[in-house]
């Protein structure tokens, strides 16, 4: 079992940057794959990036790429999120998520066994 915590949620302004963290404990952390997905109200829960247990390879999201970075820190068991050049449209609550399928299929919700609770981000003047 994995428990996945995320934090640094929040309002930034259009424009501004914000920091989300996902913490995790229980299994190594190391043999995950992990993923960051968000879900706006009304809308279905959609791929935002992910990244490999080891962290030498990294997926986006067409509509983050170059704005959003992802990395992990496998000896403090936490994935990050760096987000910048926020938009109005990137407004919704984040959750990050682990697999350990073969085959890992980056930007299917199917792919990964464990979720966090999510964390809400609000982008608004």
């Known amino acids: 079992q994995v428990q996945l915590v995320e934090s640094g949620g929040g309002l930034a302004q259009p424009g501004g940057s914000l920091r989300l963290s996902c913490a995790a404990s229980g299994r190594t952390f190391s043999t995950f794959r992990m993923g960051w997905f968000r879900q706006a109200p009304g809308k279905e829960r959609e791929f935002v990036t992910a990244?490999?247990?080891?962290?030498?390879?990294?997926y986006y999201s067409d509509s983050v790429r170059g704005r959003f970075t992802i990395s992990r820190d496998n000896a403090k068991n936490t994935v990050y999120l760096q987000m910048n050049s926020l938009k109005p449209e990137d407004t919704a609550v984040y959750y990050c998520?682990?697999?350990?399928?073969?085959?890992?299929?980056?930007?299917?919700?199917?792919?990964?066994?464990?979720w966090g609770q999510g964390t809400q981000v609000t982008v608004s003047s």
């Open positions: 998520a682990a697999s350990s399928r073969i085959p890992f299929i980056n930007y299917d919700k199917r792919t990964y066994d464990y």
């Open positions: 990244i490999s247990n080891t962290g030498g390879t990294t």
